[in-house]
């Protein structure tokens, strides 16, 4: 793997992983605040709390599954001297 391509690699990774962290931020507002007009109940707890906890953590994790199988790669970052 050349270095151009070690670089497009690595660019691809942090912006995805950018993509994941605004997808989940978005995620914990929504469920925060847009649940939080809602007199549900869940455990003894308001719906917001579990959704803004308990779902951000889930998404999360799924979240990270998806970006380890489909985007990231690994690569060795040493440079090779036979390049």
């Given amino acids: 793997m050349t270095e151009e391509e070690k670089y497009r690699q690595i660019k691809k990774e942090a912006i995805a992983t950018g993509g994941a962290l605004a997808v989940i931020i978005v995620f914990w507002l929504a469920a925060g605040f847009g649940l939080a007009p809602l ?3 869940v455990f003894h707890l308001p719906l917001w709390v579990v959704a803004s906890c308990f779902g951000t953590w889930f998404l999360s994790v799924v ?3 998806l970006l380890i ?7 060795n970052l040493e440079e090779d001297s036979h390049e």
Avoid: G
């Avoid at 199988?69 to 690569?75: A, G, L, Q, S, T």
């Fill in 39 to 41: 007199q549900v109940q």
């Fill in 63 to 65: 979240l990270v599954r």
């Fill in 69 to 75: 199988k489909y985007v990231f790669r690994d690569m």
